[in-house]
Antibody
Framework: QVQLVESGGGVVQPGGSLRLSCVAS????????MHWVRQAPGKGLEWVAF????????YYADSVKGRFTISRDNSKNTLYLQMTSLRAEDTALYYC??????WGQGTMVTVSS | DVVMTQSPLSLSVTLGQPASISCRSS???????????FNWLQQRPGQSPRRLIY???NRESGVPDRFSGSGSGTDFTLKISRVEAEDVGVYYC?????????FGGGTKVEIK
């Protein structure tokens, strides 16, 4: 069935780095743009980044621009989010989503010393 | 950035009664391609979000017809004709017309 599975979350110190992955199955991953969306504990949804199906364009929220990089490997049906210079305010559940129609279960990132 | 403002922040509804959520954007969401990229999403407790409505008024497959979306430009509305217990959760509006994409703050729906 159509599925997105995120991984790579964990606890990291401020200033640290982490790479999230999202593996897609059940649809032609290479045909679709993909987003990362995050949700801080008890808070609302925040869009983070987008990459076009062919990697021709990327867009970022101002809050992560210059620190996060979205990428994809269509041969592996996998979306990535490389996060650097992490801050406490990046603590959140990170979801990958295809067109806001299909969502993963999320992977938790906690930035704390 | 486009600011999405939802009202009310929370809603307590009797089962079987209607409910309505409003969302206003700080600029028009009409895209130059003729579409208006405006969605409503539902997030039930402990679950990932789910898109209910896309491009203002189009229901996703499997979404009950008691949910309807309307609006244009900067003003949009989600209506639930008869609230059921499974409708409890937080509802978000979001725009996909302008980068960066933005969400409303959410409206919590509970049963009275």
């Amino acid at each position: 069935q159509v599925q997105l599975v995120e991984s790579g979350g964990g606890v990291v110190q401020p200033g640290g780095s982490l790479r999230l992955s999202c593996v897609a199955s059940g649809f032609t991953f290479s045909n679709y743009g993909m987003h990362w969306v995050r949700q801080a504990p008890g808070k609302g949804l925040e869009w983070v980044a987008f990459i076009r199906y062919d990697r021709s364009s990327e867009y970022y929220a101002d809050s992560v621009k210059g620190r996060f990089t979205i990428s994809r490997d269509n041969s592996k049906n996998t979306l990535y989010l490389q996060m650097t210079s992490l801050r406490a305010e990046d603590t959140a559940l990170y979801y990958c989503t295809m067109a806001f129609d299909i969502w993963g279960q999320g992977t938790m990132v906690t930035v704390s010393s | 950035d486009v600011v999405m403002t939802q009202s009310p922040l929370s809603l307590s509804v009797t089962l079987g009664q209607p409910a309505s959520i409003s969302c206003r954007s700080s600029q028009s969401l009409a895209h130059s391609d003729g579409n208006t990229y405006f969605n409503w999403l539902q997030q039930r407790p402990g679950q990932s979000p789910r898109r209910l409505i896309y491009k203002v008024s189009n229901r996703e497959s499997g979404v009950p017809d008691r949910f309807s979306g309307s609006g244009s430009g900067t003003d949009f509305t989600l209506k639930i004709s008869r609230v059921e217990a499974e409708d409890v959760g937080v509802y978000y509006c979001m725009q996909g017309t302008h980068w960066p994409l933005t969400f409303g703050g959410g409206t919590k729906v509970e049963i009275k």
